[in-house]
């Protein structure tokens, strides 16, 4: 199915950092692109960043360039999402995802529809 199991999530006030994990339920991470995504109150989910499998080179949406750095470690099958100088717009519930096709701007394709129960992500004074 792979699937993740998310953690790291929290209560932060503005201005603070996290560090999410996600890591993988039986299968191994290392042939496989990552991305990290989040879904808001009310909003559709959204990628937030993405790391090739090949070169570990890695993308970020526009909204968390600067600030959101993921990383991978292949030995723990963990994928990583380190989260600075966040804001109330960073709120949302974030999931990892196996993904078929990296490029420098985005990652593209599904291989299944299943997500993660994922994990909550607060952002409030």
């Known amino acids: 199915q792979l699937e993740f199991v998310e953690s790291g999530g929290g209560l932060v006030q503005p201005g603070g950092s996290l560090r999410l994990s996600c890591r993988t339920s039986?299968?191994?991470?290392?042939?496989?692109?990552v991305a990290w995504f989040r879904q808001a109150p009310g909003k559709a989910r959204e990628a937030v960043s993405c790391?090739?499998?090949?070169?570990?080179?890695?993308n970020y949406a526009d909204s968390v360039k600067g600030r959101f750095t993921m990383s991978r470690e292949n030995s723990e099958n963990t994928a990583y999402l380190q989260m600075n100088t966040l804001t109330p717009e960073d709120t949302g519930i974030y999931y990892c995802?196996?993904?078929?096709?990296?490029?420098?701007?985005?990652?593209?394709?599904?291989?299944?529809?299943?997500w993660g129960q994922g994990t909550q992500v607060t952002v409030s004074s």
């Open positions: 995802k196996v993904m078929q096709t990296f490029t420098p701007r985005y990652c593209t394709g599904y291989y299944n529809n299943a």
């Open positions: 039986g299968f191994a991470l290392s042939p496989h692109t």
């Open positions: 790391i090739s499998a090949a070169s570990g080179a890695t």
